[in-house]
């Protein structure tokens, strides 16, 4: 199929905006590919991530590392294998995933294929969806012609077994869905006819002899501008890169400075991610080797600047890009081994050396691979000995100008590399070019799974399921009126919603026969109009009141969140559903339904609490309502933790009120029989429970005008809970200073109390200390793990508190269990 260049570019973009199709979108460097990719971000209504293989593709193209954000373990991955070195995602970084449209992945050429299954795995299991990537649509950007994924052999000898190639198109995800692929030809980079001629035929391989004899007319003999004329050195090998640099530094009239990296263990010489011994002079250009990882990111692998001062311990560095002026301080890098367990078949990773050194490079010159992505206006390249498949075509592309290129030696015709495989691939993407009647079959195909997905309500009935579950396992710890009200949430559910949907689905086949797409179809938009009308008020005026109306009072505080997790998550559902039926009252449109769904899941907060009903006057079985003596004994309590600041379950466990109700003890004695009363509690309590008691003979409910009783001296907690007490005061906004002063304690006391809320990763540590310290606290912890308390406090200053240490000790324990 022949098209235009216009046409190509509103291909992918129809392809991308208005389908689920996976594409991968290749071309000659310089046809846009990047241009195509910041166009997307700006015009798609769809939410979208955008990720690359290295930290330089990464800014580039505006986004971040595969690794970072689908937080993978470096090394290879085996499929069948647990990666243990993965962390557990935050709230915020699920929240993305689930409602996550488009991937785009750029410089896809030097992703692996086990990588790509890494992301379908983590798409798949925060997505709650088995569809290849979780459904997600993919968008992959690259140029095979260039640089290939590095594999190291003792990586490849892992995956070999289970792999054909370590490229992207190996991936066993990719090959269980399809996708269409999309070249682009127009050059923009290069105006030179000529120059774009000899870059094609290096490119796919057929450069002639004439064409390299020209092409080596560049090579100019002991080349060596000035600083001033702005080239740089693009080499394939570090050790000519690392050559350059030194000449470039000796020529600096600033004073030499020597940094010596600390090595310890194994790690070999030939790894180095620098030099052990680096040295640097103010006026240097540099390179970053490494992403800053604090929450500021304020350099990244491959960013460029001039040294403008140095210090003993730091180097502040000038970047080229935005002028911003950095303070560099050393890094550690790992150095891991991988191995496969024949047993558990899971990836071993054993550290057995760290490295730590500045995280910079002398840059008058740079490799190949770290120019991937770039443009330059002058470049000396230097690529006669290219070992790679891509290399020389990648340095080569990377100049504006054929004049603006110069070869620090002539160009070999063995150094430019070919692939087999790489071949065989391209003739297939090339079978794969789609036209408009597969754009319009992938539109079909797309809405009317939207129309699918918006009319199920199975995804709500699952999350009831897990309610009622909840409940039953625990009936002893929650309300008696848990199962009524799940039980009218049921039928509801069923009656009113999957009923009445699944009949309308049923209809569906029909509206789509005539082949229209569903969006253009006057006769379904009516239907879907209507249907739209009935469920928004089945959700908004019957489902969510009663599902407001939940009883969640519970003594456990495990089984309380189990809970409180269950039905906000069905909330949200039902919030979703809300908002989604919303979105088509003027008729149904993909896009607007997608930013719809999406929206809801970003914007809910459960409401619940908004709704809590007041005691009912009711009068049947006191143990099955909020009426009668529970209802009152309830009141009683939550009036009673409302007066002295802390938790119902604190002033009377639930529990004890259902024995309350069911024994109705009229003395002491018989109050004394009853589990969780005590002589001290009856002392303080038991006048009052008696008369609730006598009150309510008959299960009338406590009257709205009872007054709210006092008690002179305030209820003594048991001391097990004392903690307990302490975190709640500190959730409830009060500082630690004020829980001290107001509980009689001393601050260091309150902060033990809040030491093992850290440990369970029920309190955040961020919570608590500034991001500064628990940065400079969990730094030094990382790099000596075996030191003591007292020799972690002595080398962080006094700034940094006994508490403060073990306040980040215990968030990392957190982190290692989850």
């Not at 996550?100 to 795995?121: A, F, K």
């Not at 140029?143 to 892992?158: C, F, G, N, S, T």
């Not at 501008?225 to 693009?234: C, F, N, Q, R, V």
Request: charged content about 25%.
């Amino acid at each position: 199929m022949t098209v235009s260049v216009n046409e190509k570019l509103d291909l992918a973009h129809n392809f991308v905006l208005h389908t689920n199709q996976n594409i991968f979108l290749t071309g000659k460097a310089g046809t846009g590919k990047t241009t195509f990719l910041h166009q997307i971000k700006q015009l798609s209504a769809k939410r979208l991530a955008v990720v690359a293989p290295t930290g330089v593709a990464a800014i580039n193209a505006g986004g971040v590392t595969i690794h970072s954000l689908f937080q993978l373990p470096f090394g290879p991955l085996v499929p069948g294998t647990t990666q243990r070195e993965g962390k557990k995602f935050n709230k915020e970084k699920i929240n993305l995933l689930r409602t996550l449209d488009l991937l785009v992945i750029d410089e896809i050429s030097m992703v692996r294929g086990d990588v790509l299954d890494g992301i379908d795995e983590v798409l798949r299991r925060y997505r709650t969806n088995s569809a290849p990537f979780g459904g997600v649509q993919l968008l992959l950007i690259g140029d095979m012609q260039q640089l290939p994924p590095v594999i190291k052999d003792e990586e490849w000898a892992l995956l070999k077994p289970y792999y054909d190639t370590g490229y992207f198109f190996g991936s066993k995800a990719l090959r269980q869905t399809p996708y269409v692929a999309i070249e682009l030809t127009h050059i923009y980079r290069q105006s030179d006819e000529q120059f774009i001629s000899l870059l094609n035929s290096i490119r796919e391989k057929t450069v002639t002899r004439a064409q390299l004899d020209e092409l080596n007319q560049r090579h100019v003999p002991n080349f060596a501008p000035s600083d001033d004329e702005g080239y740089i050195t693009l080499s394939t090998h570090n050790t000519a890169a690392q050559q350059i640099n030194s000449q470039k530094l000796l020529s600096l009239k600033a004073k030499l400075r020597t940094f010596t990296a600390a090595v310890e263990g194994e790690f070999p010489s030939h790894t180095y991610p620098t030099e052990a011994s680096l040295e640097l002079k103010v006026g240097s250009q540099v390179m970053f080797i490494k992403n800053d990882i604090s929450r500021e990111k304020l350099y990244y692998n491959g960013k460029i600047g001039r040294i403008k001062s140095i210090d003993d311990d730091v180097i502040y560095v000038k970047s080229q890009q935005d002028g911003e002026e950095i303070a560099v301080y050393p890094v550690d890098w790992t150095n891991i081994r991988y191995t496969l367990d024949p047993t558990t078949k899971e990836i071993k990773s054993e550290p057995i050396g760290t490295f730590r050194q500045f995280p910079l490079k002398l840059a008058w010159a740079i490799t190949v691979h770290k120019s991937q992505g770039l443009t330059f206006e002058k470049a000396i390249i230097d690529v006669s000995a290219a070992f790679a498949h891509g290399q020389v075509y990648v340095a080569l592309s990377r100049c504006k100008t054929l004049d603006g290129l110069v070869l620090r030696s002539p160009i070999p015709a063995h150094s430019i590399k070919t692939e087999l495989e790489l071949e065989d691939f391209n003739e297939q993407v090339q079978r794969q070019t789609p036209n408009e009647e597969h754009l319009h079959q992938a539109k079909l195909t797309n809405q009317q799974n939207l129309l699918r997905e918006l009319f199920s309500f199975e995804r709500a009935n699952g999350l009831l399921y897990r309610c009622r579950r909840v409940v039953n396992e625990h009936t002893s710890s929650l309300d008696p009126e848990c199962n009524p009200v799940l039980t009218q949430l049921t039928d509801l559910l069923r009656n009113k919603a999957s009923d009445v949907s699944g009949r309308f689905v049923q209809q569906l086949p029909s509206y789509f026969a005539n082949d229209n797409l569903p969006e253009n179809n006057q006769a379904l938009q009516e239907r879907i109009r209507k249907a739209g009308t009935y469920f928004q008020a089945l959700l908004s005026t019957e489902l969510l009141p009663l599902l407001h109306l939940f009883p969640t009072d519970c003594d456990n505080k495990k089984v309380r969140d189990l809970m409180l997790e269950a039905l906000d998550e069905l909330e949200k559902e039902f919030f979703s559903k809300l908002r989604s039926f919303e979105s088509c009252q003027e008729g149904f449109n993909a896009l607007t339904y997608l930013q719809a769904r999406n929206h809801a899941e970003l914007d809910f907060q459960p409401e619940r609490k908004k709704f809590e009903r007041p005691a009912p006057e009711t009068s049947g079985s006191e143990g099955s309502s909020r009426g009668g003596l529970y209802g009152a004994l309830m009141k009683w309590r939550n009036d009673m933790a409302g007066e002295h600041n802390t938790s119902g379950f604190m002033v009377l466990p639930q529990k004890t009120i259902l024995e309350l109700v069911r024994i109705r003890p009229t003395t002491e004695a018989e109050l004394l029989a009853i589990k969780g009363f005590g002589k001290t509690k009856i002392r303080q309590i038991g006048t009052d429970i008696l008369r609730l008691v006598q009150e309510n003979p008959s299960g009338r409910a406590a009257s709205a005008a009872t007054p709210k009783v006092k008690v002179t001296k305030p209820l003594k907690e048991p001391k097990e809970l004392s903690p307990a007490i302490t975190l709640a005061f500190f959730q409830s906004g009060k500082t630690i200073a004020e829980i001290a002063a107001e509980r009689s304690l001393a601050v260091s006391t309150i902060e033990s109390h809040l030491i093992p809320y850290v440990g369970t990763g029920e309190l955040a540590v961020e919570t608590l200390l500034p991001t500064k310290k628990i940065t400079t606290i969990r730094s030094y912890l990382e790099t000596y793990p075996s030191e003591s308390l007292s020799e972690i406090r002595q080398a962080l200053g006094n700034d940094v508190t006994y508490s403060d240490i073990r306040f980040v000790q215990y968030a990392i324990r957190a982190e290692k269990q989850e």
